[in-house]
């Protein structure tokens, strides 16, 4: 089994910038890809960013290239997401999501076993 808490959430205004973080327990981490979903009220749940689980490879959906950052660092079982020039559109509940049988992760929320809680990200124009 594995756990995922998420932190980091929280109010910010328009073109600022938030650093999500999840840390992973129970299992080994450092095996493992690691994917950022978001999902506001009342849309499906939408691919952030994902990271493969050497760290090597990264990838980004379309609303958050050249804003959003993803990491690693197994050493502490964390992957963290780093949220810059946000806008309003960027609200939602952010999870971090990971799958023991995927090591390079996907795109796809459905292809993720291991979910965490959800944190906040409110952006006010």
């Known amino acids: 089994q594995v756990q995922l808490v998420e932190s980091g959430g929280g109010l910010v205004q328009a073109g600022g910038s938030l650093r999500l973080s999840c840390t992973a327990s129970?299992?080994?981490?450092?095996?493992?890809?690691m994917g950022w979903f978001r999902q506001a009220p009342g849309k499906e749940r939408e691919f952030v960013a994902g990271?493969?689980?050497?760290?090597?490879?990264?990838y980004y959906g379309d609303s958050v290239k050249g804003r959003f950052t993803i990491s690693r660092d197994s050493a502490k079982n964390t992957a963290d997401l780093q949220m810059n020039s946000l806008k309003p559109e960027d609200t939602a509940v952010y999870y971090c999501?990971?799958?023991?049988?995927?090591?390079?992760?996907?795109?796809?929320?459905?292809?993720?076993?291991?979910w965490g809680q959800g944190t906040q990200v409110t952006v006010s124009s």
């Open positions: 999501a990971t799958d023991t049988d995927r090591p390079y992760g996907s795109t796809r929320a459905y292809d993720y076993g291991y």
């Open positions: 129970g299992r080994t981490f450092s095996s493992y890809c």
């Open positions: 990271i493969s689980w050497t760290g090597r490879s990264t």
